[in-house]
């Protein structure tokens, strides 16, 4: 299977340490979807908002994982309310990394359905395609 996926996680970071501020459930969630889906063969993205600069860019979750920390507004902690002032340019910054000569096709986006529903919301984008493979 040469499929890969990209997996959205704007609020939370999967290499966060649990039982910090704002760190638990979703964290676990996406890190270990992440490292289950590499284990059955395919290439996953994890893309996070940055929030401190002298994390690097790229950080390997396991074998076939990596995590991509976007600039996406301050790079620092921020509150959840706050983030949909970055939502733009972290999507942008997803979309430029992905067309890196380095970085296999996104072939399909996985996002939790009120996240998507916040987007939409928010600034009227369509999401009606998440979760379903790209076109080519």
Request: hydrophobic share 45%.
């Amino acid at each position: 299977m040469n499929l890969s996926v990209a997996i959205l996680s704007v609020h939370t970071c999967p290499l966060a340490a649990l039982g910090g501020k704002q760190t638990g459930g979703m964290n676990v969630y996406v890190r270990q979807t992440a490292r289950e889906l590499a284990l059955m063969g395919v290439h996953v993205d994890v893309f996070t908002r940055s929030q401190n600069a002298t994390i690097p860019r790229i950080v390997e979750l396991g074998p076939g994982a990596r995590v991509i920390h976007l600039p996406a507004g301050p790079e620092a902690p921020m509150p959840r309310a706050a983030l949909h002032r970055h939502l733009d340019e972290f999507a942008a910054g997803a979309e430029r990394f992905a067309r890196e000569p380095a970085v296999r096709a996104l072939m399909e986006v996985l996002s939790r359905a009120e996240v998507r529903g916040q987007v939409e919301a928010l600034g009227g984008y369509d999401t009606t395609g998440m979760g379903q493979p790209a076109s080519a």
